[in-house]
């Protein structure tokens, strides 16, 4: 099946298409969360497509303090992943390649797309994007 998936846009948030007919998981949903989320929204006969929203963690105490703010949970295994790193550059890259990890297995688990939180930084979304080698 060929995936979709859009190039990031300048500003985080945009949509090329109505709210109406698309939703968007929100970033701190990792697998299996938002398969369980799209079964119980098909199963109430909604049939739009859900695109999961993806943040590439390039700043490890960026993410951990949008975290607090909004209530979200990082899961200890993802943490677990930045032991140790202490270089910035490392972080990212680490973040980077968590990423695509899950932009992987999302795709191969039947996302219809992606969709990225840019926060109007997004050569790591590229680099993402790159890195999964999909078909334009």
Do not use: W, Y
């Not at 109505?18 to 098909?42: F, G, L």
């Not at 790193?85 to 990890?101: M, N, S, Y």
């Not at 688990?109 to 790591?124: E, I, V």
């Amino acid at each position: 099946a060929a995936a979709i998936i859009r190039p990031p846009r300048a500003s985080a948030g945009a949509s090329e298409e109505p709210a109406s007919t698309t939703r968007t998981t929100s970033p701190s949903e990792a697998p299996p969360r938002p398969a369980r989320c799209s079964a119980r929204v098909r199963a109430l006969g909604v049939d739009i497509p859900i695109m999961p929203g993806i943040m590439p963690i390039t700043n490890l105490s960026s993410i951990t303090r949008m975290a607090e703010l909004s209530g979200a949970h990082i899961p200890e295994e993802l943490l677990a992943r930045f032991a140790g790193l202490t270089e910035p550059a490392d972080v990212r890259r680490e973040g980077v390649a968590i990423a695509t990890e899950l932009c992987r297995r999302l795709l191969d688990g039947g996302a219809p797309g992606l969709h990225f939180f840019t926060l109007n930084r997004s050569r790591a979304t590229l680099e993402i994007f790159q890195a999964l080698d999909i078909e334009k």
